[in-house]
């Protein structure tokens, strides 16, 4: 399990400096000069290229990675034009928001891990008890209606549900209050207010295809040789279904689950604008649109992060889920 | 001076020509309303407190919503408009606009005694005297030093974003930041700026500058004491001079001002200290904040959705009439315009041609209907001061192509329009209208996003392109010679994008720019109708209607004659 591990942390490492590399690129190749933004008006060619030397920007690309990265494990000295010294770790400063990008981060993060976690639980328990069920009575109402749930919840948007939502329970009914973000520890109540039509939103949407995998997932297992074995065993209903149908069905869901949110937590642009909460998605949207490299940088690197956290995570429930995994 | 892109048309934009609406207090506000203004010349018109809001209560938290934060808040770099709306609140200039909501303006001392003393009447040399009893959140006295040392930290590159009047002024140069070192002279003060006292700050200029009262109205002249100076890091949390400080801020989520028990009414003519507390909530989409304050509960119902009402809206707000009091419409200085490249289009009759031709009705009606914009035949928006209504090329609401032909005699000229690519359907509503008089119209699109740096390019390659501009203060000064005086023109970056050149209006530009500015309003308006008549390096189309709603207990607000958005100094909640 251990020597599992480290191979899956060295993959990890790489595919995070791959990404590193390719996001610090990413300042040079974007269509944006990154000195205009830090130009004041009327600014001419000699102006902007004091400004390019006061940045670094024409010292050598390597030598500016090795100053970012060197930001991010032990902090650097920005200039005065980019807030002086910036702790680790440092991703540079957002002229955009007049701020260190890890202090904008620092705010937006929990705003979207609150959204997505608990997002998350209730589309996994609703999709996957669903479907289950579903699976389990087959061709009774119970199926059916789950089948219609499954059917209207993958072929709706996020922003028109959204939108819904708001318009009945917030605008019109005026029982639940305007999204928005309190920090869990400041109270619990009103962070659960003001996120819950973002959470419903998301599970119905995301349980719904959650439903539809695990109840065709379910039903190609129940029809596998090691279930009429098991039942031929006389073992229990419970056993049969709980122990060894469902942990078998479920390890294709795993994967799928560790990738939708790894990417959510990289972003749910879509359920941040519906809802107008400011997150990870909406900071990344106006960093793009305002030019903001530094923050667009800093966004595609904590994206990526939680990719590939997530896919290690789902490794890892791969080993506890499947014997054969830990054995290779 | 701002060109404010099409972001702006996210604003809906409500018309039009002799048309009105109603507001909380059922008054009538006319939507082609024009500005009188005039420099206040007696000292009591500088003095506080600015006459109360009737019904104006005190107490609660007045709330504004937006989509976006405010991209500066540090008084030397904001820009805005909802910067330049918010700083008001917590930001006191030399100078200031006092402004009835209908159009009336006078420009005041704000922490000066008057807008200025034109010491020897050339426009070269000013003085100001500061208030007593002027003070920081601190109880601090603001004397001219702190005056002084605003003005000196905006010479510092670092600090981007604001305006450069004054500093480009002093300097006498755009390259303003090379002539004087803020950095590296923080104790002393860029040239031409003096404090023989504590009392007076002193401007000298090598040009005369008529319009200083005016520039030393946006929050750039605010004090700050050098101790408070944080550099880049005063954009989060600025240091106040004005009726209310910054509490709390989170970029992009909130911003919380509260009373500053420092701020004399007394000494402010202009703002008031109604509410309690001033809210700016950020994130909702237009959408979404027109419909909380359309919903009107808890705080919701004492705030303003800054984004205005979108299109989607529009109709729903229109229609509900539990909701006629609750929204304001008013015309903006916001003027829209067919710039004609004089380079390319040097032939005067075809330029005069295009004015008849053009139909402004179409146009407006494809840039959003009949609720979208009021019409403009003169090239300074109706809330410019001394603004006189006239039609150099009277054609009608449609245009007059038959007028427009005869004007050609037979010509049938071949224009390349540009367009940006977010604009096409307007490209194609001039296209059909002008063909219909006899021209020939090439449509080119371009990117738009690069729209405006594109056709600032003296050697571009279009001859007709839509232009949009809104002052930074409601003179001819700010308009006229910036975009049609021809000395002006360089290879990048002009706002004179006629790229105009005449030297008998040039002339007539210096001769005006040196007048003392209360004299200048009338003789912008003679220059105005000069041009047109005479020139016609453009076509006039429409200016920009503002319109928005807020909640059933908010206040007070009024849109601002100066910028055209929702001004919040004699807001309040109602009780």
């Known amino acids: 399990m251990a020597r599992f591990l480290i191979k899956r942390l060295l993959s990890v490492s790489l595919t995070l400096f791959a990404v590193s590399v390719v996001s610090f690129l990413m300042f040079f190749a974007l269509p944006k000069d990154p000195v205009t933004g830090m130009c004041p008006k009327n600014c001419n060619a000699e102006r902007l290229e004091r400004v390019r030397q006061e940045l670094g920007l024409n010292d050598p690309k390597v030598e500016q990675y090795a100053a970012y990265m060197k930001g991010i494990f032990v902090g650097r000295d920005l200039g005065s034009a980019q807030g002086g010294k910036c702790e680790a770790p440092c991703l540079g400063y957002s002229y955009v928001n007049s701020e260190a990008v890890t202090d904008t981060l620092g705010r937006v993060l929990p705003v979207t891990l609150s959204i997505v976690i608990p997002a998350a639980i209730l589309w996994l328990l609703l999709g996957v008890g669903l479907g289950m069920l579903s699976a389990l009575r087959r061709g009774t109402l119970v199926d059916r209606l789950a089948i219609g749930f499954s059917l209207t919840g993958a072929s709706m948007q996020l922003y028109f549900v959204g939108a819904l939502l708001l318009l009945i329970f917030t605008y019109q009914l005026k029982i639940v209050p305007v999204p928005h973000y309190t920090s869990i520890l400041d109270n619990p109540f009103d962070w659960a207010s003001g996120l819950v039509l973002a959470w419903i939103a998301l599970a119905f949407l995301f349980s719904a295809i959650y439903a539809r995998l695990a109840r065709a997932q379910m039903l190609e297992t129940l029809s596998e040789d090691f279930v009429r074995t098991a039942r031929a065993k006389g073992l229990a209903k419970r056993t049969v279904y709980g122990r060894h149908a469902l942990r078998a069905a479920i390890t294709p869901l795993v994967t799928i689950a560790g990738l939708d949110v790894g990417a959510a937590l990289g972003g749910t642009v879509i359920t941040e604008t519906t809802f107008g909460i400011q997150g990870l998605g909406r900071t990344a949207v106006y960093a793009v649109r305002g030019g903001d490299l530094p923050m667009i940088m800093a966004t595609v690197l904590i994206a990526a992060v939680f990719v590939v956290i997530a896919n290690l995570v789902v490794d890892l429930l791969y080993a506890a889920i499947d014997p054969r995994v830990r054995l290779s | ?575």
Not at chain 2, 17 to 30: N, P
Not at chain 2, 154 to 171: C, I, K, M, N, R
Not at chain 2, 231 to 250: A, E, M, R, W
Not at chain 2, 254 to 282: C, G, I
């Open chain 2, 1 to 575: 001076m701002r060109m404010k892109v099409a972001a702006a048309a996210a604003l809906v934009l409500v018309v039009s020509a002799a048309c009105s609406k109603t507001t909380e207090d059922g008054e009538e506000v006319d939507q082609t309303r024009t500005a009188t203004g005039v420099i206040a010349t007696d000292p009591k018109d500088s003095l506080g407190p600015a006459a109360e809001v009737p019904g104006a209560t005190k107490g609660g938290t007045f709330t504004v919503i937006r989509e976006n934060k405010i991209s500066h808040l540090d008084p030397q770099r904001v820009y805005s408009f909802a910067g330049l709306m918010n700083a008001p609140l917590y930001a006191r200039s030399l100078t200031a606009f006092k402004d009835d909501g209908k159009g009336k303006l006078t420009l005041v001392g704000d922490l000066a005694e008057t807008p200025g003393t034109n010491v020897n009447k050339d426009c070269k040399v000013w003085e100001f005297k500061v208030k007593d009893g002027v003070k920081f959140e601190d109880g601090s006295p603001i004397t001219s030093k702190e005056i002084a040392y605003g003005i000196a930290r905006s010479f510092d590159p670092d600090l981007t974003g604001g305006p450069t009047y004054v500093q480009e002024w002093l300097a006498d140069t755009a390259d303003y930041d090379t002539k004087w070192n803020f950095k590296a002279n923080k104790a002393s003060l860029p040239p031409g700026l003096t404090t023989p006292d504590a009392k007076t700050i002193k401007f000298e200029f090598a040009k005369p500058r008529c319009d200083l009262p005016f520039a030393l109205s946006l929050p750039s002249s605010a004090p700050l004491p050098p101790a408070k100076d944080t550099g880049v890091n005063l954009d989060n949390q600025p240091f106040s001079s004005g009726p209310y400080k910054i509490t709390k801020h989170t970029p992009g989520v909130e911003l919380v001002m509260e009373r500053n028990e420092h701020w004399d009414a007394k000494t402010d003519p202009v703002r008031h200290q109604y509410p309690d507390k001033f809210v700016w909530s950020f994130g909702p989409d237009p959408d979404a904040g027109a419909n909380r304050v359309i919903a009107d509960t808890g705080g919701d119902a004492a705030a303003l959705a800054f984004n205005g009402v979108p299109s989607a809206l529009v109709s729903k707000v229109e229609g509900d009439a539990a909701l006629k009091g609750r929204t304001i419409t008013s015309p903006t200085p916001s003027a829209w315009r067919l710039t004609i490249n004089t380079q390319r289009v040097t032939d005067l009759s075809i330029r005069q041609a295009l004015n008849y031709a053009i139909d402004r009705q179409g146009l407006i009606t494809v840039y959003g209907g009949t609720t979208v914009a009021s019409p403009l035949t003169t090239l300074m928006p109706p809330a410019t001061i001394g603004y006189k209504e006239y039609d150099a090329y009277p054609a009608g609401a449609t245009g007059n192509p038959e007028k427009a032909k005869e004007v050609l005699a037979g010509k049938a000229p071949e224009l390349v329009l540009g367009i940006g690519d977010d604009s096409t359907e307007l490209g194609t509503q001039l296209k059909t209208n002008l063909e219909k008089a006899g021209f020939k119209i090439t449509v080119r699109t371009i990117p738009a996003d690069a729209k405006l740096d594109e056709t600032k390019k003296k050697d571009n390659p279009w001859d007709i392109w839509l232009d949009q501009w809104a002052a930074d203060w409601p003179s001819g000064a700010a308009i006229l010679p910036v975009l049609f005086d021809g000395r002006s023109i360089k290879a990048e970056g002009n706002s004179n994008t006629s790229y105009f050149n005449n030297d008998a209006i040039n002339t007539e530009f210096d001769r005006v720019l040196a007048m003392d500015p209360s004299a200048q309003a009338s003789e912008w308006s003679k220059i105005d109708e000069k041009i047109m008549k005479e020139q016609a390096p453009a076509v006039p189309l429409f200016v920009e209607v503002a319109y928005y709603v807020h909640g059933s207990k908010a206040g007070g607000v009024f849109i601002s004659s100066v910028f055209g958005y929702p001004a919040f100094v004699n807001a309040y909640v109602k009780q």
